[in-house]
């Protein structure tokens, strides 16, 4: 198989992993034995060495022959042909066990990385229709397995993220589809009407200027819950003192009418509760909170708000009364486009209140928690760090302005007609 550099040009050989382990282990394994067969050249030498001399000028008989010899000289000869016949089966000996060593090396190597290899299959077939594909390794409980079972788990929540995206598209397009669908019916319905009078096109008017509002509120919902997710688990961009209790109250007066439009009773115990983050996302936490705590309830009901804070932390926590919602619906609320219980109080939400009230709580290292209350309603409670325990981060990128050197007098400085004045001393 012909294997691209980064440029795009062929590369013939490719120095894989099982390659490199195969010749890793080859080389030790050849390296030792060579060791071996030097250690038994030196000691052949050695024990040669040692043996009992005989008195110069010895002569031996050769039993065979009769032939006489020179001691001296049948010793090393003698050493030498023991020496070189030692070399020659030690070095036979490597090549044979360097040869299996090394087919033994590619075969467990080969073994080892084939979990690498399904790794590097499942993801060449991932696409978005097929990120239900799993490794499933079974085999030792070795590093080998924890890298197939962390790319599993990494595949289920890619998956479910996808997933989560795919379900936020489809609902954003249909949400804002249905306002472009009325004013589109309405201008088509006002206008094949020949008869159409004055007061029609008014009534017409005021059909497009609810959808368009309808749809820029959404617009913008969307738009805050992106800014928000991208700033989580990042450094905000804007981090100053803040007081969550100041944030209700204004939410409170900017629902004042719609409370008193259906005779709301609110509660409040609004204690300090300081914290350190952006102003205009947590006036916009708390003022989700208040939408949808009016919002979702009914004629005549409550609201109750509480804020306050310790030495790590500071919460907030609304509760309302309302229809039943299921418990094991309340997870599911913070997931855009989901709205629970019914619908009173004559405006219809989004669906993104307690998604942006969630990012908003992510993106400042706090938490976010919400339970159905047994009489009906929901209670929220947000927890954020204090300001105690949170650096203020100003946004001061001062650019430094160069001033002339001290030996040189400063530059004339223009007036308004361009003509050029006495030098202005900056640094007085």
Known sequence: MTVYDARGRPRWFRPTLRLRLTL??????VGGALVIVLLGWFVV????????????????????????????????????????EMLFAGLLAV?????????????????????????????????????DQRIRYVGADDEVAELANTFDAMMDRISATFDSQKRFVANASHELRTPLTVMRTEVEVTLADPDADLEEYRRMAKVVRDGSERA?????????????????????????PADLAACVTSALSAMSREIDRIHL??????????????????????????????????????????????DEHSWLVVRNTGFDVEPAD??????????????????????????????????????VSATANPEGGLEVTVTLPSAKVTPVVTATAAVPVPSPPADRDPAPVPDARGRHGPPVNDRQ
């Open 216 to 240: 820029n509120a959404l617009i913008e919902s969307l738009l805050l819950l992106a800014r928000t997710e991208a700033q989580s688990g990042r450094r905000l961009s804007k981090k100053v």
């Open 265 to 310: 009773t609110v509660e409040q115990d609004l204690q300090p509760a300081p914290v350190v983050g952006d102003p205009g996302l947590l006036d916009r936490l708390a003022g989700n909170l208040i939408e949808n705590a009016v919002r979702y309830n009914h004629l005549h009901g409550s609201i109750w708000v509480r804020t306050g804070g310790d």
């Open 330 to 367: 309340v997870p599911r609320l913070f997931e855009p486009f989901r709205r629970g219980g019914r619908e009173r109080t004559g405006g219809r939400g989004s669906g993104l209140g307690l998604s942006i009230v969630r990012a908003v709580a992510d993106a400042h290292g706090g938490t």
């Open 95 to 131: 090549a044979l066990v360097g040869a299996a060593g090394v087919a033994g090396a590619y075969f467990v190597a080969g073994r080892a990385l084939r979990p690498l290899q399904q790794v590097t299959a499942t993801a060449r077939q991932l696409t978005g229709d097929s990120l």
């Open 24 to 29: 890793l282990n080859g080389v030790l394994l």
């Open 45 to 84: 030498g050695h024990a040669m060495s040692e043996a009992q001399a005989l008195p110069p000028g010895t002569r031996l008989v050769d039993a065979t022959t009769g032939a006489e010899v020179d001691f001296g000289a049948w010793r090393a000869k003698a050493l030498a042909s023991a020496r070189w």
